[in-house]
T-cell receptor
Framework: KQEVTQIPAALSVPEGENLVLNCSFT??????LQWFRQDPGKGLTSLLL?????REQTSGRLNASLDKSSGRSTLYIAASQPGDSATYLC???????????FGRGTSLIVHP | DAGVIQSPRHEVTEMGQEVTLRCKPI?????LFWYRQTMMRGLELLIY????????DSGMPEDRFSAKMPNASFSTLKIQPSEPRDSAVYFC?????????????????????FGPGTRLLVL
């Protein structure tokens, strides 16, 4: 059974710092991995999706990398801003299951 | 479009009562998903529909849960009878095209749009 772990569970940093959020998964036979953002009291918004054949995806200040063999993905946030404060979740689709498995998320606070 | 609409936004009920959660997907989307989020278990997919037909309900926790999609613009998730352990946030999401994991195609862009969720508390 696929298990997804996100470290750290919570992070509080001053504005301007570069951040790395980690996601690890136990079964490397994945179709893709996706990073989401969840604001308090809201649903999820997709940030980046990496296919199993890809190594990374970039969108603005966000960069997500994937190392399938080691079962790891990182989300890099450059020059963090208070507006980046949210919970970040990663989800993997494992081959054969078609059911996404989500991590518990990293709760990020960027203070001015 | 107003996005995915869910109602009610908050629901407080007593154990044993029937609870009905509602979802209106984005117009034109032909896939609809129901998720549940709790502190203990995180976010879990319960069931999803394609063209109003349930495709995979393996995530539905037990027979007390049922979901329907009578037409393309409306879906319900019903819990009968409700129990305190059903307390959670229930999300509905919809998409235009098959999720990438089903189609095998690589678009690289988000395909699921989430609603704001229904916060359910069963006393």
């Amino acid at each position: 059974k696929q298990e997804v772990t996100q470290i750290p569970a919570a992070l509080s940093v001053p504005e301007g710092e570069n951040l790395v959020l980690n996601c690890s998964f136990t079964d490397s036979a994945i179709y893709n991995l996706q990073w989401f953002r969840q604001d308090p009291g809201k649903g999820l918004t997709s940030l980046l999706l990496i296919q199993s054949s890809q190594r990374e995806q970039t969108s603005g200040r966000l960069n997500a990398s994937l190392d399938k063999s080691s079962g790891r993905s990182t989300l890099y946030i450059a020059a963090s801003q208070p507006g980046d404060s949210a919970t970040y979740l990663c989800a993997v689709i494992t081959g054969g299951s078609y059911i996404p498995t989500f991590g518990r998320g990293t709760s990020l606070i960027v203070h001015p | 479009d107003a996005g995915v609409i869910q109602s009610p936004r908050h629901e407080v009920t007593e154990m044993g009562q029937e609870v009905t959660l509602r979802c209106k997907p984005i117009s034109g989307h032909d896939y609809l998903f129901w998720y549940r989020q709790t502190m203990m278990r995180g976010l879990e997919l319960l069931i999803y529909f394609n063209n109003n037909v349930p495709i995979d309900d393996s995530g539905m926790p037990e027979d007390r849960f049922s979901a329907k999609m009578p037409n393309a613009s409306f879906s319900t998730l019903k819990i009968q009878p409700s129990e305190p352990r059903d307390s959670a946030v229930y999300f509905c999401a919809s998409s235009f095209e098959p999720p990438l994991h089903l189609s095998g195609r690589g678009a690289g862009e988000e395909t699921q749009y989430f609603g704001p969720g229904t916060r359910l508390l069963v006393l």
